[in-house]
């Protein structure tokens, strides 16, 4: 008898648990941000024990059920989202999926494993160190720079999200097992399960994974890498293997049209991607997860703020958020008794000037009889001055 096909269905943009069958299989991805953690302190084994912090804190899941776990910079977040902060502290997003079973889990559906992934996430943002403290425990077996650095995080957000996209529902016929079928815009391929089934199959990787175990393998031996939540592409080359990095409007480009000369870019164009985990490696002068903006001159030598030109903007009393660099480009806003681009020069003392020539109020330094050591704050009188602003005059008898 012919064998009916199975029903089309959209493929998988995330890598699934082994073997999920059916409705029964629900997955969530979920972020936080981490204040006061290194980017550059987290390598493969310390994410290995992000994975394991978290799953020891939900209820009925293990660090098998999570996977796409990715951790990248976000102390550019903190520019925009605390105004009154000094310097731009170290802070990381993380990001993940956990997928079950319902058949062979305690949840029943997607919506009880968001709410059980959603407070776990909400009642750390809110204070509470049970996630933090069992990231540190973790991650104290490979890295004790890490470890001490989760103890003392703050989880400051988190979001969590059903997927929707699930795989294949089970056929009401059995198909051959070495073929599923699936549905791309329209046109529908054969996912391959055996290799020898068409020909060398996909590229694998030492670990003797199709696609390196980031994408699905279709048709031809071609490889359909995972995607972002936002569609964008998770992996990329013909096996999969390379991470992609964020992505901000680009400092230099080709113009393609009127006004359009900053498409959205890796990087910004301002940087080299580490294919390995998805970082950018900024240029000098730039910084952010995407290098999207530039470094404020000597870190604002710690005597101000780093703002971006929408917030100094701000601080003047004008708007400038339409302009495409509106947030891209910073400078420093001095403390008081600092100036300079880089807030290093201290000001001296100054008031008006004793012969009532021009002095503070023509912005003149040392009531405009002397001259000011920025080094030190201090007024070099002029012959004939004297006081710490030069604001009394030498009387000879």
């Given amino acids: 008898p012919t064998r009916t096909p199975p029903p089309a269905t959209s493929a998988p943009t995330r890598k699934p648990t082994p073997n999920p069958t059916g409705t029964s299989y629900v997955a969530v991805t979920a972020s936080f941000t981490m204040d006061g953690v290194d980017v550059n302190d987290i390598d493969d084994d310390v994410e290995t024990a992000i994975k394991t912090g978290i799953a020891a804190t939900i209820s009925g899941i293990s660090a098998s059920d999570i996977y796409d776990l990715t951790v990248v910079d976000a102390s550019t977040r903190r520019l925009e989202a605390e105004q009154d902060q000094r310097r731009l502290g170290t802070a990381v997003a993380v990001t993940f999926t956990v997928g079950v079973d319902t058949s062979s889990s305690s949840y029943s559906d997607s919506s009880s494993l968001e709410s059980a992934v959603s407070t776990t996430l909400t009642t750390a943002a809110s204070g509470d160190t049970t996630l933090t403290s069992a990231i540190s425990s973790a991650a104290s077996a490979v890295s004790t720079t890490a470890a001490t650095a989760f103890s003392s995080a703050t989880v400051t957000s988190a979001t969590t999200a059903v997927v929707t996209r699930s795989p294949t529902n089970l056929p009401t016929v059995e198909p051959d097992d070495d073929v599923i079928v699936y549905d791309d815009d329209g046109t529908q391929y054969l996912q391959i ?127 400038y958020t339409t302009p495409w660099d509106a947030k891209k480009i910073t400078g420093c806003v001095c403390d008081a008794g600092y100036r300079g681009p880089d807030c290093s020069l201290q000001e001296c003392p100054t008031g008006p000037d004793i012969m009532h020539g021009d002095g503070n109020e023509k912005g003149r330094d040392c009531s405009g009889r002397g001259v000011c050591d920025y080094t030190s704050g201090l007024c070099r009188c002029f012959a004939g001055y004297f006081g710490n602003r030069c604001h009394q005059q030498t009387i000879l008898s």
């Fill in 193 to 319: 399960k055996k290799p020898e089934t068409m020909g060398s199959g996909c590229p694998k990787n030492d670990d003797d994974e199709q696609c390196s175990g980031h994408g699905d393998c279709f048709r031809n031996g071609k490889c359909n890498c995972w995607a972002r939540p936002n569609g964008d592409p998770a992996w990329q080359a013909s096996d999969c293997s390379q991470r992609t990095c964020p992505k901000a409007a680009a400092w230099v480009a080709v113009a393609t049209a009127a006004n359009e000369a900053h498409p959205v870019v890796e990087c910004s164009n301002k940087g080299i991607c580490q294919r390995k985990r998805g970082i950018c490696e900024c240029f000098d002068g730039y910084a952010g997860i995407a290098c999207e903006r530039t470094v404020c001159p000597n870190d604002c030598s710690q005597n101000g703020i780093c703002y971006s030109q929408k917030l100094l903007a701000e601080e003047a009393g004008m708007t």
